[in-house]
């Protein structure tokens, strides 16, 4: 006879259900906000290039990062109603997640994009920047460790990307975009399995 004891975990952040939209979370050293309706890049953008992308994203399908990426720009007022009246376009290019599996308490994760805004109505690009976020985490069960700092590193890009945006347009885009959270991700412990005699 046995018995599976699950552990409580402490809340999860990025977990596999968990939304990848930035929006509302804390990160470092400022955060994505909504942009002013007086704002060059208010209501404008819209994303494409998605069908180059990989069909998957380390653990996240194409689609998923397609929906946050353009939710978290709805959310922030950049992104145009109407794509057929966007002024802008904006082109993620994916060039690769470094996520390495050990046998170890502490897993780490950074995703590598390139980003580039580009004018609809002559094609110049006015904003292109390669963002590499990187997470880490201990403790918990190390597949889902793995899997939840991969997610987070994927959202932090997406925040880096949005919060880079909305500066370059007034000329402050920093050399480097990448922001880090001002929260982690703790994945759920280990069950225990305990035999009892009878």
């Known amino acids: 006879m046995f018995i599976v004891l699950g552990l409580a975990a402490a809340p999860a952040i990025a977990r ?23 704002h060059p890049l208010h209501g404008s953008i819209t994303l494409v290039g998605i069908d ?20 978290t720009l709805k959310r ?9 009246k966007a002024r802008f376009r904006l082109t993620p ?6 996520s390495p599996f050990r046998i170890s308490a502490t897993s ?8 580039r805004l580009t004018r609809v109505d002559d094609g110049r690009t006015i904003f292109e920047r390669e963002i590499t976020t990187s997470v880490q985490s201990s403790g ?7 899997r939840g700092v991969e997610r987070l590193s994927l959202m932090s890009n997406i925040a880096s990307v949005a919060l880079c945006l909305d500066k370059s347009a ?18 759920p412990s280990v069950p225990m399995i305990i035999f009892l005699r009878r």
């Open 170 to 187: 007034y000329g402050r885009a920093p050399a480097d975009c990448a922001l880090t959270p001002g929260f982690s991700y703790r994945a």
């Open 16 to 38: 596999d259900d968990t939304p990848l939209s930035p929006v509302g979370l804390p990160f470092s050293p400022a955060t994505p906000r909504v942009v002013p309706t007086d």
């Open 52 to 71: 180059a992308l990989p069909d998957k994203l380390g653990p996240v399908k194409r689609d998923a990062f397609a929906a946050a990426v353009t939710d």
């Open 108 to 115: 780490r994760a950074a995703s590598h994009l390139v980003w």
């Open 140 to 146: 918990g069960s190390a597949p889902e460790r793995k």
């Open 76 to 84: 922030l007022d950049m992104l145009a109603a109407d794509p057929s």
């Open 93 to 98: 290019t994916w060039i690769g997640l470094d």
